[in-house]
């Protein structure tokens, strides 16, 4: 587990997201930090996926603040692209380029934003391949993948932005349980290297080992939020408790 | 029938290339037209995708020699009668427009489905990137759209292929029009007819023959 530091990578401050009429997100409150691993849990519904989602504006948001490496992510005027270069997001269902192999599915944004020249991207793509396991996957297309293999590619994919944050939703639940694990453990590894995360995860077990906070949201709310080991053996809330006693 | 082929053979290959090239013609303003539309139709903007939907239904609704009719006589008289401008439309110009409308509307149609049958998580994982709309359209949605797009776009193109014979009705002197004339010259119906027939048989059949070629090429989860 890493040092937290003082630094505030994303500020949430009473974030309000409806679509439509159905309000997801009623009042959500939250600073995650520099180098620190959240993990957010909760039923099915309560609004995890969209609440990651407004941390790279892939959602837009009606009221509340979110600010991300100092950018308010409201603010119309903010190069949005440029912002999301530094948040990787890997989703439950990989959505690898189906019309790029493996290789150029990683090369495709460093070279497309002029991050890095051909050459520099492949080295970097060939080392994050390595990096996940996956060095002979490289001509490889998508759909010639295991379900495992493919969400390691999208977390190689995010990773050759060289962001500062990953976002993950939901990594492993679309996957076999023969695969989770070998997913759990390239994120296990980023932890310790120290990468600031916000993981939406079912896996408790991996959440109670990884994660620096675990928050529990239901009805749009933060019901519960703490260490792991009070929010999730020694959840207070009915709602929390409940939950728990299912899943656990 | 050989008495036919060796008088007026050449006449109906010049013939066949003037319906090729009005259907050519036609097909690359329909593809601009399908393209522009087509955006315009996945776009946010309601307007845009009222737009093309009002286009849509306008070219549906209209049978084509009605809206030949109306591009070759109705839109100069207009002009030259109503606004005091002169102007002429060749039959090639109108039998054009008539086609790049008729084929650009259900281009659009079959570029908005193509687009729409691309996974919504493509485009968002390529926007999570950094990438802008734009280049994850180009870079990541088209691709994949053109792919299942191109089945029914060579099959639009054959049917626009076919659709240039009923510009015969505005005089263009493409393969119907002009046998006709055979027809009227030789009185022999029977064959003229049927070499006419062959003559496109043969043009669509070798189109259909490359379409499937093309599409096993673009193809890249079928092989390897
Ligand atoms: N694009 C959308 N349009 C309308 N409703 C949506 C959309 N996305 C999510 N919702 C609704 O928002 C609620 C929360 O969804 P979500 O954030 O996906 O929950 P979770 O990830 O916790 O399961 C659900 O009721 C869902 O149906
Ligand atoms: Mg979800």
Same mark, same amino acid.
């Given at each position: ?7 505030v990578k994303i500020h949430v401050s009473h974030l309000q997201k409806s679509f439509g009429d159905l309000e997801v997100?009623?009042? /959500? ?48 005027? /903010? ?75 999208? /977390? ?28 759990l453990q390239v994120i296990r590894q980023l932890a310790a290297e120290g990468m600031t995360m916000v993981i939406v995860?079912?896996? /408790? ?44 | @029938? ?20 009005? =259907? ?14 087509? !955006? @315009? ?56 427009? =008539? ?26 994982? =390529? ?14 949605? @088209? ?5 299942? @797009?191109?089945?029914?776009? !060579? ?6 292929l076919k659709d240039t014979s009923i510009l015969s009705v505005i005089g263009f002197p493409e393969l119907v029009n ?47």
């Amino acid at each position: 587990m890493t040092v937290r530091s003082n630094n505030v990578k994303i500020h949430v401050s009473h974030l309000q997201k409806s679509f439509g009429d159905l309000e997801v997100l009623k009042d /959500i409150s939250t600073d995650i930090y520099e180098g620190e691993v959240v993990v957010i849990l909760g039923p099915s519904g309560s609004g995890k996926s969209t609440f990651l989602r407004c941390l790279n504006r892939l959602e837009e948001f009606q009221s509340g603040e979110v600010v991300v490496d100092g950018y308010n992510m409201a603010d119309k005027k /903010i190069d949005i692209n440029k912002v999301r270069e530094n948040i990787g997001m890997v989703f439950q269902h990989f959505n690898l380029f189906n019309n790029l192999n493996v290789l150029k599915n990683l090369m495709l944004a460093p070279v497309d934003l002029k991050k890095a020249d051909k050459e520099t991207a492949k080295k970097q793509a060939l080392a994050m391949l390595e990096k996940v396991g996956l060095s002979d996957k490289a001509d490889a297309y998508p759909h010639q993948l295991s379900g495992g293999q493919k969400q390691r590619v999208a /977390i190689a994919r995010a990773l050759c932005m060289n962001p500062d944050i990953m976002l993950f939703d939901e990594p492993t639940s679309a996957l076999d349980p023969e695969m989770v694990g070998e997913v759990l453990q390239v994120i296990r590894q980023l932890a310790a290297e120290g990468m600031t995360m916000v993981i939406v995860s079912h896996e /408790i077990g991996f959440a109670r080992e990884v994660a620096d906070r675990a928050i529990f949201m239901d009805g749009g709310y933060i019901v519960e939020e703490g260490t792991p080991e009070e929010v999730i053996l020694n959840p207070k809330e009915p709602r929390a408790i409940d939950f728990f006693n299912k899943v656990l | @029938m050989i008495n036919i082929l060796t008088v007026y053979g050449q006449l109906l290959i010049k013939a066949l290339g003037q319906t090729l090239l009005l =259907a050519l013609l036609g097909l690359f303003f329909a593809c601009i037209l399908g393209i522009i539309f087509g !955006i @315009m139709s996945v776009l946010k903007s309601k307007v845009c995708r009222v737009i093309q939907q009002v286009f849509v239904d306008i070219i549906r609704g209209v049978p084509m020699i009605v809206l030949a009719f109306f591009i070759y006589f109705g839109v100069p008289y207009a002009f030259n009668n109503l606004l005091g401008v002169r102007m002429v439309l060749t039959a090639l110009q109108a039998g054009t427009i =008539a086609l790049a409308l008729n084929c650009g509307a259900y281009m659009s149609e079959i570029i908005r489905a193509g687009i729409q049958s691309v996974d919504v998580g493509q485009m968002e994982a =390529a926007r999570s990137l950094g990438l802008s709309y734009w280049r994850s359209m180009y870079r990541v949605v @088209m691709p994949q759209a053109i792919r299942t @797009m191109i089945p029914t776009i !060579i099959n639009q193109f054959i049917i626009t292929l076919k659709d240039t014979s009923i510009l015969s009705v505005i005089g263009f002197p493409e393969l119907v029009n002009t046998a006709k004339t055979v027809v009227a010259n030789t009185m022999d119906s029977f064959s003229v007819w049927a070499i006419v027939g062959v003559m496109y048989l043969i043009v669509i059949t070798t189109l259909s023959k490359v379409a499937k070629a093309l599409e096993r090429r673009l193809s890249y989860d079928r092989k390897k």
